[in-house]
């Protein structure tokens, strides 16, 4: 294997909202338009993110729990069509990648890394909002939680992510910024680093990933640290 190709069978799997893309500016935005339509305050932009990471029902839910409103109003099959109707006029009005992220990905990529997202954004929503903002070239798939039988926290939206994408399932990386991601990986038995520029409400020390990051440009060097000791641990079994 060539220096240059120093990550060939690795797959490393992203989170998308708080890890890639800063979202939380355009999915609070629907959120809030979705409260007033219901007669509810709005929530504040700072702090809002904290309620994003389970998806569009659970933001709903978070959103009416968090301006004292039953949670359950949030259930309507009308009120999540129109969220997601808005949100896809709205997906990329102020969302941008993470600084960074782009050569990252590039670099993991050219190494010889596999890249997947793995998200509990819908499919289509995640495809849309990465092709806006040019991420879409750097994948080998984007695996909302559609388009698995179990989504995050429960490890077998990555494993199954990384058999779409025709990965090792004992060489693959999670990256992600909020407890559904550290838990996910821990639930699959494998390796996360957790990213501290995100939308977690618990801090990320507390999450205990295998390695924090405070850029996304570290996460390249994350990712050296624990192919490394993958080997070094294989070579000791032996």
């Keep these: 294997m060539s220096i240059e190709r120093d990550l060939e069978g690795w797959t490393?799997?992203?989170?998308?909202?708080?890890?890639?893309?800063?979202?939380?500016?355009?999915?609070?935005?629907?959120?809030?338009?979705?409260?007033?339509?219901?007669?509810?305050p709005t929530v504040p932009a700072e702090g809002a993110q904290k309620l994003i990471g389970g998806g569009a029902r659970a933001l709903l839910a978070h959103g009416f729990e968090a301006?004292?409103?039953?949670?359950?109003?949030?259930?309507?099959?009308?009120?999540?069509e129109a969220f997601i109707a808005d949100y896809i006029d709205h997906i990329a009005d102020e969302s941008v990648p993470f600084e960074g992220a782009h050569e990252t990905l590039e670099n993991l990529s050219q190494r010889g890394a596999r890249l997947v997202v793995v998200t509990n954004k819908l499919t289509n929503l995640s495809e849309m909002l990465l092709g806006k903002l040019d991420l879409t070239r750097h994948f080998a798939a984007i695996v909302g939680a559609d388009k698995v039988s179990a989504?995050?926290?429960?490890?077998?939206?990555?494993?199954?992510?990384?058999?779409?994408?025709?990965?090792?399932?004992?060489?693959?990386?999670?990256?992600?910024?909020?407890?559904?991601?550290?838990?996910?990986?821990?639930?699959?038995?494998?390796?996360?680093?957790?990213?501290?520029?995100?939308?977690?409400?618990?801090?990320?020390?507390?999450?205990?990933?295998?390695?924090?990051?405070?850029?996304?440009?570290?996460?390249?060097?994350?990712?050296?640290?624990?192919?490394?000791?993958?080997?070094?641990?294989?070579?000791?079994?032996?």
Aim: glycine share 10%.
């Design 12 to 40: 490393i799997a992203f989170d998308l909202d708080g890890t890639l893309v800063d979202s939380a500016p355009d999915l609070v935005g629907t959120l809030n338009r979705m409260l007033v339509s219901q007669g509810l």
């Design 67 to 80: 301006v004292g409103a039953d949670p359950e109003r949030a259930r309507d099959p009308a009120l999540f």
């Design 151 to 238: 989504k995050k926290p429960s490890g077998t939206h990555l494993l199954e992510a990384v058999k779409l994408v025709g990965g090792d399932e004992k060489r693959v990386i999670m990256v992600g910024d909020a407890s559904p991601d550290i838990g996910t990986a821990r639930d699959a038995g494998l390796p996360v680093i957790g990213v501290t520029f995100g939308y977690t409400p618990v801090p990320m020390e507390e999450l205990e990933p295998d390695v924090i990051v405070d850029a996304f440009e570290d996460i390249e060097e994350a990712v050296d640290m624990i192919v490394v000791e993958h080997y070094v641990n294989m070579a000791v079994s032996v």
